[in-house]
């Protein structure tokens, strides 16, 4: 099965043109497919250092897998045939000593090094750009430090490798009956690295699921030598080192190992939708449970257009999908309290729950159209931009007592700018998350594009939405990472002391700056 040239995954599992036309015509009107071009990459500018020529290519294919990430400007220009971001030079390490050497050799060559995990990144963080008196660009793929390295069954530990992607990680994971559950919507083609890198989300809306929280020690190669955390459960010796690595977006060195908090498998689910006539009830709904200590592993609200451009409900509905699960004891009590909270906000569960215990089939409800959905994301996104649509996501995170003028204020900015970029559109809204003092909401938004003009009326969507949750106090991402897109926001949003701390940190451990130019401040 092969990667997609421009788009997401697999080519094989791309949605028929047709099936997506049908779902989108009753919005948009009638659309015709664009035709992409093929791959423009520009030669090398400088060749391979001989030390790394064993672990390295320049092959044209392989520097335009390594050209950007899959936000919808990469894909875009992927789909344009434009991958002049393209490295010079891939270079995949297969040991840590082979990294070490890439790492001094492009000191010494003055390449500017972007670390590779799965690619997946959606704010630039991934595409290689020239550094100030760079004199040429290195991809660092991390692909070849897959394994899982040692188990400590007692303490529910794993000692991962960096470059491992989501499947083959859990794979080796479930050879010891555990699991990382970690499962971002990206998860099969991102790694655990990146993950790291980042601060990713996964998909449980409560309880342990950012992967700061999964982390127990780590392992960074920087320029200046190692940079090695300690295991420990817990300690309160100052500043927390592991913080320094979480969210370093690759500026500060190489997330080679980690050793990553892991769990037995869950074994006992229950589930239900709820579907709402009031979008403010549904909201008052999940606070509640939020704040309630139930932890569901799945409080996802959609908005009324969530819901219906996701096939779950059309009738105007807002629709709570609720899920638990435990390793050890059953969730018919959790469900059945969750229920009656939703049922004092007048939500209604006409389905009533799911309860399993032990592994069974899937209900067919809501919330299994609902993950269907989910899965095929993705890969709608590519089929919609073949179809000359401007659709992309944006996510936050306020706080319960701002979420009500947050979604007012982002959604009128967001039809407002779709009117004026796109003659019209739609903006839709779920909670990915929920914590007890607040949610985080993530938007979807279509407009109609203008052939040839998408890359710009996107810019201007993104300016709109990003403005639009700053002035309303949302954060510029909840776990999309920062990257270059949104810097110009989470300049405004860090402590400029932060700032000028951080970049202390970054000269201390990265003083030619190699590492990722133009990632999270210049
Ligand atoms: C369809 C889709 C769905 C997504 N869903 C989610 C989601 O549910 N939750 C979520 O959090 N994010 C999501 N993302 C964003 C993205 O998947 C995450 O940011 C993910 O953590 C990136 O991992 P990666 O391995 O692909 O990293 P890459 O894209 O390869 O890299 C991301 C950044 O981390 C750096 N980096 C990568 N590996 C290392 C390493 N080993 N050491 C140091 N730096 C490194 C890179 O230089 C870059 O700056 C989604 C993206 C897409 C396209």
């Known amino acids: ?19 997506v036309r049908a779902r989108v015509e009753p919005f948009f009107g009638a659309s015709h497919a664009l035709t992409g071009s093929p791959a423009e990459v520009p030669s090398p500018r400088v060749a391979a250092p001989p030390r790394l020529a064993a672990f390295s290519s320049a092959s044209t294919a392989s520097r335009a897998a390594h050209a950007m990430g899959k936000a919808y400007p990469d894909r875009v220009r992927g789909f344009r045939g434009d991958f002049s971001s393209a490295p010079d030079l891939v270079v995949t390490p297969r040991t840590e000593a082979e990294l070490i050497a890439t790492l001094e050799c492009a000191e010494r060559e003055r390449l500017s090094v972007t670390p590779f995990g799965g690619g997946s990144s959606v704010v630039g963080g991934v595409e290689p750009r020239l550094g100030p008196n760079a004199n040429g660009t290195l991809s660092l793929d991390l692909g070849a430090l897959e394994r899982v390295l040692e188990v400590d069954v007692v303490s529910h530990l794993a000692r991962i490798q960096g470059g491992v992607l989501g499947p083959a990680l859990e794979q080796q994971l479930t050879a010891h009956g555990l699991t990382l559950r970690h499962f971002p919507q990206s998860f099969e083609f991102s790694s655990l690295g990146g993950w790291i890198a980042t601060r990713a989300g996964g998909h449980f809306a409560t309880g342990p699921t950012h992967i700061d929280e999964l982390v127990q020690s780590v392992r960074l190669v920087t320029p200046r030598g190692l940079f090695e955390t300690r295991q420990f459960p817990a300690s309160g010796a100052a500043v927390d080192p592991n913080r320094l690595v979480i969210g370093s977006e690759g500026v500060l060195g190489v997330i080679t190992e980690a050793w990553m908090r892991v769990r037995p498998k869950p074994t006992f689910r229950a589930s239900a939708s709820v579907q709402f006539t009031d979008y403010a009830a549904a909201v ?55 229920l009656r909270i939703t049922a004092r906000h007048q939500g209604r569960c006409e389905q009533g729950a799911q309860v399993r215990e032990g592994e069974g089939e899937r209900a067919q409800d809501a919330g299994e159209a609902w993950r269907r959905s989910f899965l095929q994301g993705p890969y709608l996104q590519d089929a919609l931009i073949q179809l000359g649509l401007v659709a992309d996501t944006f996510e936050t995170a ?27 559109g739609v903006v839709s809204c779920r909670f990915t998350h929920v914590y007890p ?63 000028d701390a951080l970049k202390a940190v970054k000269r201390t451990l990265d003083p030619a700056g190699v590492l990722n130019p133009g990632v999270l401040f210049d």
Not at 470 to 496: F, L, S
């Open 398 to 424: 306020c706080t319960w007592s701002r979420f009500d003028a947050l979604y007012a204020g982002v959604t009128g900015a967001m039809n407002e700018a779709l009117q004026r970029v796109c003659g019209g």
């Open 284 to 338: 008052n709904a999940v606070r509640e449970l939020s704040q309630s200590g139930l932890q569901p592993a799945n409080c996802r609200l959609l908005d009324a257009m969530e819901a219906m451009i996701n096939g779950v409900v059309f009738d105007g509905s807002s629709v709570l999908v609720l899920g638990f699960e435990s390793a050890s004891h059953s969730m018919r009590g959790s469900i059945d309290e969750a």
């Open 437 to 499: 003092d607040g949610p985080a909401p993530y938007f979807t938004f279509i407009g109609r594009g203008r052939e040839g003009a998408e890359l710009e009326q996107w810019h201007e969507l993104k300016r709109a939405a990003s403005d639009a949750l700053a002035a309303h106090g949302g954060t510029i991402t909840h776990h999309h990472a920062v990257g270059r897109t949104h810097r110009p926001w989470y300049e405004r949003e860090a402590p400029p002391l932060f700032l």
């Open 1 to 19: 099965m092969g990667r997609h040239a421009w788009g997401w995954g697999l080519e094989e599992a791309a949605i028929p043109l047709e099936a």
